[in-house]
């Protein structure tokens, strides 16, 4: 069984800064794409970023310049950088990873809320 856990919210003033952090646990063969994704009240789910490998990242155009996705595979861990905050930016952050065990599968973390507000 894989777990993808989360941490790293939290509130922050609008042009602060935060890290998230997701971990990924359990009988886990390999990693292909690791990223994050938001959920704002009353909006649709959206790609914030991804990352195949350190040559291969995707963004979402409103939060380009501003966040930078890494990854540690010794870790299988998965980071988000998010600078200039901006009051559009509040959602849950969700964690997401393409990955396998016995096959492949995505895996979500439970979520973890980035308030921006002054």
């Known amino acids: 069984q894989v777990q993808l856990v989360e941490s790293g919210g939290g509130l922050v003033q609008p042009g602060g800064s935060l890290r998230l952090s997701c971990a990924a646990s359990g009988s886990i063969f390999s990693i292909a794409v690791m990223g994050w994704y938001r959920q704002a009240p009353g909006k649709q789910r959206e790609l914030v970023a991804a990352?195949?490998?350190?040559?291969?990242?995707n963004y979402a155009t409103s939060v380009k310049g501003r966040f930078t996705i890494s990854r540690d595979n010794a870790k299988n861990t998965v980071y988000l950088q998010m600078n200039n905050l901006k009051p559009e930016d509040t959602a849950v952050y969700y964690c997401?990873?393409?990955?396998?065990?016995?096959?492949?599968?995505?895996?979500w973390g439970q979520g973890t809320q980035v308030t921006v507000s002054s």
């Open positions: 997401n990873a393409h990955i396998a065990t016995m096959r492949w599968d995505d895996y």
């Open positions: 990352t195949a490998s350190a040559s291969s990242t």
